[in-house]
C-alpha cells in the first residue's frame, strides 16, 4: 500500500485492559515477538483438543441467545397484529382448504417460527411441497419459497459472536493465530449445526385432510454455509479484538479494514435516522401496533432508502402464468426512484427523496471525516489510494443489494406457477462505487477542514493508535485530553488553543442555530407528513365506511355522491339508513396506491360475517399544501326492489313512510327499484292504513356485486275494517234494492219471472241474507272479489191478471220467492272502499 502516514500517539493507558498475559502473544508460538508461525506440524502435536470445548460451548450460547431474540421479536409482532385485529391473530380458514381443514394459531407455533426466523436470518430461504388430488385435474405436485432476511436479527447473531468470542478471550490464556482460528471455526460450525440442524427437526408441520403438505422450513445449503462463516469471522474478530495494537497497523489489511469502516460509518449515520423516523411515521399514520413488527422489516426499509437517497430505484417483478384462468396471467416489472410521484404507491410522498439525498450527503461528510482520522492524510495520487475505498462501497452496495432482495415463488406444474422479487436495482453497487469516490475526494479535500470541528478526545479515538512516545514537557498543553500522550503529526490531532469565552459563545450559537434550524425543518417535514397524512386517500375512504357502519348516510353521500337524482334518494337518508339492521361492522384498510393526483385503496369490509375486499378510487380535489383534499370518486351503489300483489300508494321502509304509488301485481312483475346502501331494509304498510294488511317484509343489500337486486314483496290482504266495510255496503245494497216495486229491480240479485203486463205491486222482502266469501281476485279487474257462499230467499208479493187479457181484468194477490246470489268486486280509492256488483 503506498499510503504515507504521520506518526501518531494514542492514549496512555494499558493496551487494552485485559489481565496481566504475556505481552508477546501476537504472533508465532509466543517465544517472542517477530518468532513467526510455527509449523503446522507443531501446532497440532502441541494443540490440547479439549479446548475444543469452550469454543463449542461459545457456539451453543450464541444460538440460544438468537433464539430467544427470534422469539422477542415473534411475540411483539404478533401483539401487534393483534391489538390491531380485534385480539385475534388466527389465520383465516381458506375455501381451498378441504372440509375440516384449519390452519393452526400463529401462538401455537412460537417456538417454530423463531427457529425458522433464525434460519431465515442465516439466508435460508422458507420453503415447501404439496401433492393434492383436485377434483377434475387429478394429482397435483407443487412448491413454494420465500427470500427475506430479517436482517436485525442477522446482526443480533454476529454481535453475540463477536461479544462472545472476545469475552472467551479475555477470560483464557493467550493462544497463537492458528489456535484463535481453530477455537473460531469450532464456534462457527456448532453454531451453524444448531441452526440448521434444529431448524431441520422443527419445521413447521401443517395437517390439512387429503393433503400432504411437506413441513415448512428454511434450511439450505446457504444457510448452513453463511452460518459457518460469520460465525467463524464474528468469532475471530472477537478474540483478536482484545490483542494488543489491534487497531493499528499499517500495510494494506489495515487499510482495508479501515475502509470497511468507513462504509460502515456511512452506513450507520444513513440507517440511525432513516429506521427510526421510518418507525415513528408509520406508527403515527397506521398506529404503535403497527410499529411492533418493525424488528422484522425495518432494517431492509432502511437499505431501501439507503438505496433511493443514493440515486438508485427499487426494482419490483412479477410473473403469473395459469392454465384455469387464462385471463389472470400477468408479468411486468417497474423501477421506483426516490423523486417524483414514483414512490406515492407506497405511501411515501415525492419530496422524502430530497430528505434522503440530502441524509446521503451528511452520511457521507461524516464518514468522509472518520476516512480521513481513521487513515491519516495522503501525500501521493496514485491509483491504488483512490481506488481502495469505492472498492469497499461497491463491495458494501453488492452485500446490501442481495441482502435486502425480497423474492417469492410457486409452481404447480401445469396449472399454475408464479414468482416475485422487490429489490434494490441491479445497478446500486455501482452507484455507490460512485460515491464512494466522492467520499475519498472529500476526505482529501475537505475533511481536513471538518476535522478540525471535531473534539480532540473524539479524533484521538477515531484515529488509529501508533506506538507511544514520550511526552515533551515543551509541547505539553492543556488543550490534550487527560490520559494522552502529546499528539504527533496527524494535523487533526494537533494542539490547538483554547477558544475564548467569546468564541465558544459563538459557535454554541452557530451551532445552536444550526440545531434549531434541523430540528424546525424536521419536525416540520414531520408534521407535514403527519397532517398530510391524516387527510390521505385512506382517511376519506375510512370515514365513508365509517359513516356506513354508523348508519350516517348523508355523511357517506357526502364523501362518495353516486350522483342521483332526488326522487332515487329515497333510502339514501339518515331517518332510514339509521334504523337499518346488518350494516357493516367491520373494515380494515388493506393498501393505498398513489398515481399523481389519482389514488386507488383496498379495503376489507365485514358485513353479518361475510367479507369482502373492494377497490375505490379517489381524486385530488383542489389541493393545498396540508391537505390535498382527496374526493372519492361516485360509487356504484345497489338497489332494493319493492313489490307488492296489491295496488298501494304508501310503504314504510325502516320506519319511514315513503309514497310509492304501487300498481300491484300477483307476479311480482310490477315493481320500483330504489338505490341503497350495505344493510337490510324492512318494508311494511302504515299504521294508518285501515283496510290493507300485509307482514313485514325483507331485503338485505350485501356487500360487493350483486347478481340482483334483492326483493322486499309485500303480500297485501283484505283488513277486517274492510271486509266489515264491504259486507255493509252489500247489506245496504240489498236493503235498497228490496224497496224496488218491480219485478226486476234494476243491478240487483232479485228477479221475478211473472209478465209485467200482467203484474203489478211487487213487494219484495229478504227472507233469508246470502252469506259470501271475500278472497283475491288474481284475474279480474279488481284486487279481492266478494262471492256467494250460501243464496239467500226472498219473497215477492204482488197482484196477477188471472184474465191474462181476455175480457174483464181479474187481479188476484200472488207469492213467489227466488234465490238470492251475487258477487261484487271490491276496489280502493282514495282510501274508500268501493264495490262493483255483478248478479252471477
Known amino acids: 500500500m503506498t499510503e504515507q502516514h504521520y506518526p501518531q500517539n494514542g492514549p496512555s493507558r494499558p493496551a487494552n485492559g485485559a ?42 450460547i450464541s444460538y440460544v441467545a438468537v433464539l430467544i431474540t427470534a422469539v422477542l421479536f415473534l411475540i411483539l409482532a404478533l401483539i401487534g397484529i393483534s391489538a390491531s385485529n380485534g385480539g385475534n391473530t388466527e389465520i383465516p380458514s381458506s375455501s381451498m382448504l378441504p372440509s375440516g381443514g384449519s390452519m393452526p394459531s400463529p401462538w401455537s407455533l412460537m417456538g ?41 436479527l442477522t446482526a443480533v447473531s454476529m454481535a453475540v459472536l463477536f461479544l462472545c468470542g472476545r469475552y472467551a478471550a479475555k477470560r483464557s490464556a493467550a493462544q497463537t493465530t492458528g489456535g484463535i482460528w481453530i477455537q473460531a471455526a469450532i464456534t462457527g460450525l456448532v453454531f451453524t449445526l444448531l441452526v440448521n440442524v434444529v431448524g431441520a427437526i422443527f419445521a413447521i ?14 434450511v439450505t445449503f446457504g444457510s448452513f454455509l453463511f452460518a459457518l462463516v460469520i460465525g467463524t469471522l464474528a468469532t475471530f474478530a472477537g478474540r483478536v479484538s482484545v490483542r494488543p495494537g489491534a487497531n493499528a497497523g499499517v500495510g494494506v489489511r489495515a487499510a482495508v479494514r479501515r475502509a470497511f469502516e468507513t462504509v460502515a460509518v456511512h452506513y450507520g449515520v444513513f440507517l440511525a435516522i432513516a429506521i427510526p423516523v421510518v418507525v415513528i411515521v408509520l406508527g403515527i399514520k397506521s398506529g404503535w401496533q403497527a410499529s411492533l413488527s418493525s424488528p422484522l422489516w425495518a432494517p431492509t426499509a432502511g437499505f431501501f432508502m439507503f438505496g433511493l437517497g443514493h440515486l438508485s430505484a427499487v426494482s419490483r417483478t412479477w410473473n403469473f402464468g395459469s392454465s384455469v384462468a387464462s385471463s389472470a396471467n400477468s408479468s411486468g416489472s417497474d423501477s421506483s426512484f426516490g423523486f417524483g410521484s414514483a414512490l406515492d404507491q407506497y405511501g411515501i410522498p415525492g419530496w422524502a427523496g430530497w430528505l434522503l439525498l440530502l441524509l446521503a450527503l451528511i452520511s457521507i461528510m461524516v464518514a468522509s471525516v472518520f476516512w480521513y482520522l481513521r487513515r491519516g492524510p495522503v501525500v501521493n495520487n496514485k491509483i491504488t489510494d483512490w481506488a481502495m475505498l469505492p472498492a469497499a462501497f461497491l463491495i458494501g452496495g453488492t452485500l446490501m443489494t442481495w441482502l435486502s432482495s425480497v423474492t417469492g415463488t410457486f409452481d404447480a406444474g401445469s396449472l399454475a406457477s408464479g414468482a416475485g422479487s422487490m429489490t434494490l436495482a441491479w445497478w446500486t453497487p455501482f452507484f455507490l462505487m460512485l460515491w464512494g469516490g466522492a467520499t475519498e475526494a472529500s476526505a482529501r479535500y475537505v475533511a481536513p477542514q471538518l476535522s478540525r470541528y471535531v473534539p480532540l478526545p473524539l479524533a484521538y479515538k477515531v484515529a488509529p493508535a501508533q506506538p507511544l512516545t514520550a511526552p515533551s514537557a515543551t509541547t505539553a498543553s492543556a488543550s490534550v485530553p487527560a490520559g494522552y500522550a502529546t499528539p ?29 434550524v434541523v430540528v424546525m425543518v424536521v419536525g416540520g417535514v414531520i408534521a407535514l407528513n403527519i397532517i398530510k397524512g391524516n387527510n390521505g386517500p385512506d382517511k376519506a375512504v375510512s370515514s365513508y365506511l365509517q359513516a356506513l357502519q354508523n348508519g350516517e348516510a348523508s355523511k357517506a353521500m357526502a364523501l362518495a355522491d353516486p350522483g342521483l337524482a332526488n326522487d332515487q334518494r329515497v333510502l339514501l337518508s339518515d331517518q332510514v339508513y339509521a334504523k337499518a339492521g346488518k350494516r357493516i361492522d367491520g373494515f380494515d384498510i388493506v393498501s393505498t396506491k398513489v398515481s399523481d393526483a389519482k389514488a386507488t385503496v383496498v379495503a376489507d369490509l365485514r358485513q353479518d360475517g361475510r367479507k369482502q375486499q373492494t377497490t375505490f378510487s379517489l381524486r385530488k380535489s383542489n389541493p393545498e399544501l396540508l391537505d390535498d383534499h382527496w374526493a372519492m370518486e361516485s360509487t356504484p351503489l345497489q338497489s ?19 309514497d310509492v304509488d304501487l300498481a300491484g301485481s300477483s307476479f311480482g312483475s310490477s315493481g320500483l327499484n330504489f338505490p341503497a346502501l350495505p344493510g337490510e331494509y324492512t318494508v311494511e304498510l302504515p299504521s294508518s292504513e285501515k283496510y290493507l294488511t300485509a307482514p313485514k317484509s325483507t331485503a338485505l343489500v350485501t356487500i360487493g356485486a350483486a347478481q340482483a337486486p334483492p326483493t322486499a314483496s309485500l303480500k297485501v290482504d283484505a283488513s277486517d275494517a274492510l271486509k266489515s266495510e264491504a259486507m255493509g255496503q252489500i247489506d245496504a245494497y240489498l236493503a235498497e234494492c228490496v224497496k224496488s216495486t218491480d219485478a226486476q229491480p234494476a243491478n240487483c240479485p232479485l228477479n221475478n219471472y211473472s209478465s209485467s203486463r200482467y203484474s203489478r205491486n211487487f213487494h219484495w222482502t229478504l227472507t233469508a241474507k246470502p252469506t259470501f266469501t271475500m278472497s283475491k281476485d288474481p284475474y279480474g279487474s279488481s284486487p279481492w272479489r266478494i262471492r256467494t257462499q250460501t243464496p239467500g230467499k226472498a219473497a215477492v208479493t204482488y197482484e196477477k191478471d188471472n184474465s191474462y187479457g181476455f175480457g174483464t181484468a181479474d187481479w188476484k194477490p200472488a207469492t213467489d220467492t227466488t234465490s238470492v246470489s251475487m258477487s261484487a268486486g271490491v276496489t280502493l280509492e282514495d282510501g274508500k272502499v268501493k264495490l262493483t256488483y255483478s248478479n252471477y
Do not use: C
Open 205 to 218: 408441520s401443517l395437517p390439512v385432510p387429503s393433503v400432504k403438505i411437506s413441513p415448512l422450513g428454511a
Open 112 to 152: 417454530q417460527l423463531a427457529v425458522q426466523l433464525v434460519v431465515m436470518s442465516q439466508l435460508g430461504a422458507l420453503g415447501s411441497s404439496i401433492d393434492a388430488t383436485i377434483p377434475f385435474m387429478g394429482n397435483v405436485h407443487g412448491s413454494a419459497s420465500f427470500f427475506a432476511v430479517p436482517l436485525l
Open 19 to 60: 489481565p496481566d498475559r504475556p505481552t508477546n502473544a501476537w504472533v508465532g508460538d509466543r517465544t517472542g515477538p517477530g518468532s513467526g508461525a510455527a509449523p503446522a506440524s507443531n501446532l497440532l502435536k502441541s494443540f490440547d483438543y479439549k479446548n475444543l470445548i469452550p469454543g463449542a460451548l461459545l457456539g451453543a
Open 640 to 658: 332494493v326492489r319493492i313489490t307488492s300483489d296489491t295496488p298501494v300508494k304508501k310503504v314504510v321502509i325502516n320506519g319511514q313512510e315513503i
Open 488 to 516: 504527533g503529526g496527524h494535523p487533526a490531532l494537533a494542539l490547538r488553543e483554547p477558544m475564548s469565552a467569546r468564541t465558544k459563545r459563538k459557535v454554541g450559537l452557530i451551532l445552536g442555530s444550526a440545531g434549531l
